[in-house]
């Protein structure tokens, strides 16, 4: 049973620092992306961050308002992968997710597409706020 687990979120200062990870089962990360997606109150979901197999060099994307901050990285023996956030704004604050590419040849294109994903995770809580 393809699964995944995202955990790490909280409450932060801005200006702080969070790391998110996001646990899979089910499959083996060698195969496919990662997307990391958020969702704010009221607004729709957007793509934050994604990066490719190893085998595709482990390529990745950023949304423009998090580049500089945010850095995706990947432990595909631990099957995890982890989205470090660092001097966090009030406009970052959103229920965050991961998921799986559909395909396994997933370049993470700019900007990645919710379409393109599947397999979400429940999503975690980051709150931003002083």
């Known amino acids: 049973q393809v699964q995944l687990v995202e955990s790490g979120g909280g409450l932060v200062q801005p200006g702080g620092s969070l790391r998110l990870s996001c646990e899979v089962s089910g499959f083996s990360l060698d195969y496919f992306a990662i997307g990391w997606f958020r969702q704010a109150p009221g607004k729709e979901r957007e793509g934050v961050s994604c990066?490719?197999?190893?085998?595709?060099?482990?390529?990745?994307y950023y949304k423009d308002s998090v580049k500089g901050r945010f850095t995706v990285s990947r432990d595909d023996a631990a099957n995890t992968v982890y989205l470090q956030m660092n001097n966090l704004e009030s406009e970052d604050t959103a229920v965050y997710y991961c998921?799986?590419?559909?395909?396994?040849?997933?370049?993470?294109?700019?900007?990645?597409?919710?379409?393109?994903?599947?397999?979400w995770g429940q999503g975690t809580q980051v709150t931003v706020s002083s």
């Open positions: 990066i490719s197999t190893s085998s595709t060099d482990s390529k990745t």
């Open positions: 998921a799986a590419s559909r395909t396994t040849w997933y370049f993470c294109p700019s900007p990645i597409e919710e379409r393109d994903f599947r397999s």
